[in-house]
Each structure stands twice: as C-alpha cells, then as structure tokens.
C-alpha cells in the first residue's frame, strides 16, 4: 500500500475521532425517534457503517 493511502486511513480514523466526539454525539441526544429509536442510535451506526464502506473502498482500490 502506498503511502498515500495510509494517509487516507489516518484521515478517516481522526474524522471518525471527532465525529464520535462527546459534543457531536450530544448533539443527536435529544428525544426525537426514529421508527421508535432514539436519534443518537442512528447516527452511530451509519457512521460507523460509512466507515465501513468508505475503508473498503479504499483498501479495494488501492491495494497492490
């Protein structure tokens, strides 16, 4: 793997710091649902599942 592509990860992983950040993460802490969950589960699991998806998309095509 390149270097640059380490760098991409590094990036992802810092964003992925400050999105799970405890001001971001009151910030969906509040009482409205979602078909009847709360807000913050919601937001937890898609970005966590976009990390997902967005490091497969770059370990896929980029790895050599």
Same mark, same amino acid.
Not at 1 to 26: A, E, G, Y
Not at 30 to 59: D, K
């Given at each position: ?7 991409? +990860? $590094?990036?992802?992983? /810092? ?6 950040? =405890?001001? %971001?993460?009151? &910030? ?10 709360? +807000? $913050?589960?919601?937001? /937890? ?6 990390? =997902?998806? %967005?490091?497969? &998309? ?7």
């Amino acid at each position: 793997m390149k270097k640059r592509h380490q760098q991409k +990860l $590094i990036v992802l992983s /810092i964003l992925l710091l400050c999105m799970f950040n =405890i001001p %971001i993460l009151l &910030i969906f802490n509040n009482s409205v649902t979602f078909m009847g969950f709360p +807000l $913050i589960y919601f937001y /937890i699991f898609f970005v966590w599942i976009a990390s =997902i998806v %967005i490091s497969y &998309i770059i370990l896929k095509k980029y790895y050599e």
